[in-house]
């Protein structure tokens, strides 16, 4: 737990508040996130968005957006983070969009590509992860970390 608890020293100390919108990772960022005692100072909550149908309904992810670049693409990422932040009434905000496998993945966009965001009020920015491909859980908990080491740049 030492990312997660490192994320949380900065959070307390700084008085944020964070929020993240998943989709690869299925609930296992805020999972990781809520393993934390007294989590609840500083974690909003989180908003899986698994199908597309559900980035459109609860994040206000453009269909164009989907359409035109891929579930999995910074842009889609990009808003998942905004509509978190502000939906969740959050500081800071953090999403992924990507592919975890064994299926789904093309030639373009292989299994372990993920596309991850940090937002806050001042700025977002967004990463592209490449993550050898491996099994789904290795994956998932590797996307994790991926997030919480964004969280960690962007909050210095």
């Known amino acids: ?39 609840s100072q500083f974690f909003k909550g989180g908003i899986v968005a698994y199908s597309n149908d559900v980035k459109m309904s609860s994040l206000d992810v453009p269909g164009i957006l989907i359409k035109e670049y891929g579930a999995v693409s910074s842009q889609v990422a990009d808003v998942m983070a905004e509509k978190a932040r502000k939906t969740l009434g959050a500081d800071v905000a953090v999403s992924i969009t990507g592919i975890a496998g064994p299926l789904g993945g093309t030639k373009e966009k292989p299994v372990g590509l993920a596309y991850m965001t940090f937002s806050s009020r001042e700025k977002t920015t967004s990463c592209k992860v490449m993550l050898k491909k491996d099994s789904r859980i290795k994956l998932k908990d590797r996307f994790a970390n991926a997030v919480f080491d964004l969280i960690i740049d962007n909050m210095k």
């Not at 100390?13 to 393993?35: M, N, P, Y």
């Open 1 to 39: 737990m030492g990312k997660e608890k490192k994320i949380a020293e900065i959070l307390i100390k700084k008085g944020l508040t964070l929020a993240v919108a998943e989709s690869c990772t299925g609930g296992f960022i805020s999972s990781r996130i809520t393993d934390i005692p007294g989590s």
